[in-house]
């Protein structure tokens, strides 16, 4: 169990990663929804590969599809969603907002998701001490993006009021487009369950995506010329194109994992993993990202989230 514990850690350290790598891709190519494309249909490949490999099936028989419950395949949805959600909430309510509103999201469904037992997840009822702990990782969330105690004059710059039409209605989509990403690993986790295979499941919600995101793309009418500028910087930055492989893989250690530990307990050592990393990448500078040194308080923040997954996790 601990060991399993571990892997969602790592897997939110994956998504930090990723979150870098697309964010340099976005540099030469330009669209976020062009970048965003082309992670997810390098990630739909590399699950197909690995299909292959493993000799899965990747879709699903006629008689499955007719007789599953029709949410079962919003996981795909749900992700290009929430994914679209963030770009139009860091050009509206600027990058703190955008980043606090889905983290508190993700928590708070993936708590639902476990004390009812939403999307076929296994009911793990909340305890005082639980909710103790989920109380702690909130605070260490806030206080490890600057919410709490800012001292960076820019850092308070950013979370001054931003004024712009229909920001309570932003706000609020906020937080539900994080409700969503946690919904969506409860989705995939049943999803492979029913399938009795976790990388087919993945695969699904990957190829749902993919088209979703080429039919904005269509409709956007973005170019994909741009792409040639990455391919030739590929010579330098050969990592360019591991974002969508670590976001396949990703969806499938949730498939894996929801129905094993449960949603919540999959998104909150996710969470841990994904902002500790952050801060790795941003004090070094990794994937040529601009180099921020770790504040104490951003260091006070993830030792308080530390505390509080280990008491929800082994309480």
Known sequence: MVFLALVPIIMGAGLATQTAINSKL?????????ASGISFMIGLLFLFVLGRLLHQPLLPTTSFVTTQPWWIWLGGVFGVIELTGNIVLFSTLGSIQASVLPILGQIIMGVVIDQFGLFGSPTQSMTWLKLLGVVILVIGVLITIGVIGPTDPLTKRALSKVHVKYQLVYQ??????????????????HLGVQLGSSIQAATISFAIGTILLLLVLSFTRTSFSPIRDAVIATKHYWWLWCGGAIGGA???????????????????????????FSAIVEHFGMFDSLAVAIEREKIIGLIVMFVSVVEIHFV
Not at 174 to 184: E, I, P, R, Y
Not at 257 to 262: E, H, I, M, V
Not at 264 to 275: D, N, S, T
């Open 172 to 189: 609020i989509f906020g937080v539900a487009a994080g409700m969503l990403m946690a919904s969506q690993t409860a989705i995939n986790g």
């Open 250 to 276: 990703y969806i499938l250690c949730s498939a894996w994992l929801a129905p094993l530990l449960g949603t919540g307990q999959v998104v909150i050592l996710a969470l841990f993993g994904q902002l500790l």
């Open 26 to 34: 976005r540099q030469f190519v330009g669209s976020p929804y062009l």
